[in-house]
C-alpha cells in the first residue's frame, strides 16, 4: 500500500510521521490542527549500529507532526485502531491510502515500521510528553497575559524569602530553556544549573496554596451578608494574585521536566520510558493537589453567592455585589483549571434579582391567599349548608307542630 505513515499514541497526543507530503494529506483529510515534533531530536535514542543506523535514516528521511488530542479528536483516532506494546501507555498503527481509496485505513497489523520497537516508541513518547507540557507552558502565558497579571511583580510585591527564592529560579530555568534551544540538547553543565529548582517551586506553590486555603477560611468565618460583601471584596484581587503564581510555579514544573526529559534521553535513553511516565504521575499529583485546594475556594464562594443571593431582598444592595464578585471568581478558578487541564465542577451562581425575589414572595403570598381564601370558602358553604339543614328541620317542626295544633282544635270542635 503506498502513502504509508505510521500513528504513535500516548493518551495526551499522537505522532504521526512519514513522508511529509503523506503527513501533510493525512491531517488535513483528518482536520487536525497540529506542530512539529522535532523527529531529528529522536537519532540520539538509537545509539549505533548497522539496524540503527538504518532507523535513524528513516527519521532524517521522515516528517513528523504532533497533535494534542481532545475528546473530539481522539474519537477520530480510534478508527484506525492503535494497538498496545510493549511500551506503557503507548499505542501505534501503520495506515495507508491506496489510490482509488479517499480515506486512509489501517494496514496489516503485522506491519511495522523500523520505529515500532519499544525503545524506539519510547523515545518517540518521551518527545511527545515534552511537546504536551511546552504546549501547557504557552497556554498557560496565555492565560496569565489574559487576567493582566504580571507574575513577577506579584512576586517581588512578596517580602516572603520563599517567594523571593523563587524570583532566582525562575530567571535561571529560563536561561536553561534558552541554551537547550539553541543547543538541542541539556548538558551535564547546563542540568547542573537548575538541579535545585524542584524544591524551591514546590515551597512557592505550597505557600500559594496556603494562602488560597486561608481566604476560603476567612470566608467560612463570615455568615453576616454586610460582612460578606465586604469579605468577598476584598479577597477576589488576592485570590486573582495568587492563582497566577501558582501557575507560573505549574509552567516552571512543567519547563523542569523537559529539561529532566532531554538530560536522560540523552545520558541514560533505556531509562527514558520509565523516568517519561514517573514524571507524568508526579504531575498528576501536582494537579490533585491544586484541583482539591481551587474546588474549596469554589465551594466557598458559591455557599457566599447561595447566602447573599436568600438574602437580597433585606440587602438589596449588598446581596448581588456578593454574587457578582463570588461569580468573577469562580470564573477565574475555571479558567485556570481549563489551562491547566484540570476538571471542574460546579459553575457560578447567578445573581438573584430583588424583583425575582419579591415576585417570589409575591406569589407565594397569593399563593397562601389564595388558598385561604379557598379554605374560608369551602367552611362558609359548609355553615350555609348547615344553617340550611338547621333551618329546614326547624321549619318542619313547625308545620307538624301546627298541624298537630289544628287537627287537636277540630277534636273538641266536634265533641263540643
Known amino acids: 500500500m503506498d502513502n504509508e505513515i505510521q500513528l504513535i499514541s500516548d493518551g495526551d497526543g499522537l505522532a504521526v510521521i512519514?513522508?511529509?507530503?503523506?503527513?501533510?494529506?493525512?491531517?488535513?483529510?483528518e482536520g487536525l490542527p497540529s506542530r512539529d515534533l522535532g523527529v531529528q531530536r529522536l537519532k540520539s535514542v538509537f545509539g549505533t549500529g548497522a539496524t540503527v543506523a538504518q532507523a535513524g535514516s528513516e527519521i532524517a528521511a521522515n516528517s513528523g507532526r504532533w497533535i494534542k488530542l481532545t475528546k473530539e479528536s481522539a474519537e477520530r483516532v480510534k478508527k484506525f485502531g492503535l494497538m498496545e506494546g510493549k511500551t506503557p501507555g503507548v499505542t501505534h498503527a501503520m495506515v495507508g491510502k491506496p489510490g482509488s481509496i479517499k480515506s486512509w485505513l489501517q494496514i496489516e497489523k503485522g506491519a511495522v515500521s523500523s520505529l515500532a520497537s519499544p525503545a524506539r516508541l519510547a523515545g518517540v513518547a518521551g518527545v511527545m510528553a515534552q511537546l504536551s507540557m511546552q504546549q501547557t507552558m504557552e497556554e498557560?502565558?496565555?492565560?496569565?497575559?489574559?487576567?493582566?497579571?504580571?507574575?513577577?511583580?506579584?512576586?517581588?510585591?512578596?517580602?516572603?524569602?520563599?517567594?523571593?527564592?523563587?524570583?532566582g529560579m525562575d530567571l535561571v530555568i529560563e536561561e536553561t530553556m534558552t541554551i537547550r534551544e539553541q543547543v538541542g540538547l541539556v548538558s551535564e553543565v547546563t542540568w547542573s544549573k537548575v538541579q535545585t529548582a524542584p524544591t524551591t517551586i514546590a515551597e512557592t506553590q505550597?505557600?500559594?496554596?496556603?494562602?488560597?486555603?486561608?481566604?476560603?477560611?476567612?470566608?467560612?468565618?463570615?455568615?453576616?451578608?454586610?460582612?460578606?460583601?465586604?469579605?468577598?471584596?476584598?479577597?477576589?484581587?488576592?485570590v486573582r494574585e495568587w492563582l497566577a503564581v501558582l501557575a507560573r510555579c505549574f509552567q516552571l514544573q512543567d519547563a523542569i521536566a523537559v529539561l529532566e526529559l532531554d538530560r536522560v534521553l540523552d545520558a541514560n535513553p533505556d531509562q527514558l520510558d520509565q523516568h517519561r511516565l514517573g514524571l507524568r504521575v508526579a504531575r498528576q499529583d501536582r494537579l490533585d493537589l491544586i484541583s482539591r485546594s481551587t474546588e474549596r475556594l469554589v465551594a466557598r464562594m458559591n455557599s457566599a453567592a447561595d447566602a447573599a443571593n436568600a438574602k437580597v431582598l433585606l440587602y438589596p444592595a449588598k446581596s448581588p455585589a456578593v454574587v457578582q464578585s463570588s461569580n468573577h471568581v469562580v470564573t477565574g478558578v475555571h479558567d485556570f483549571h481549563a489551562r491547566l487541564g484540570i476538571e471542574s465542577g460546579r459553575q457560578s451562581s447567578e445573581t438573584r434579582r430583588w424583583v425575582d425575589a419579591a415576585a417570589d414572595v409575591k406569589d407565594k403570598a397569593l399563593e397562601t391567599g389564595a388558598k385561604g381564601v379557598s379554605v374560608a370558602r369551602s367552611l362558609s358553604n359548609e355553615t350555609l349548608n348547615q344553617a340550611g339543614s338547621v333551618k329546614g328541620k326547624i321549619s318542619s317542626e313547625i308545620v307538624e307542630r301546627a298541624r298537630r295544633l289544628r287537627k287537636d282544635v277540630k277534636e273538641r270542635d266536634g265533641e263540643g
Open 18 to 29: 512519514g513522508n511529509a507530503t503523506d503527513v501533510e494529506r493525512f491531517l488535513a483529510s
Open 206 to 238: 505550597a505557600y500559594a496554596l496556603r494562602q488560597l486555603d486561608a481566604l476560603a477560611e476567612k470566608l467560612e468565618s463570615k455568615s453576616k451578608i454586610a460582612d460578606l460583601a465586604t469579605t468577598v471584596k476584598e479577597v477576589e484581587p488576592k
Open 140 to 167: 498557560i502565558t496565555d492565560y496569565l497575559a489574559t487576567i493582566d497579571e504580571k507574575v513577577d511583580d506579584v512576586l517581588r510585591a512578596q517580602k516572603d524569602a520563599v517567594l523571593s527564592r523563587m524570583i
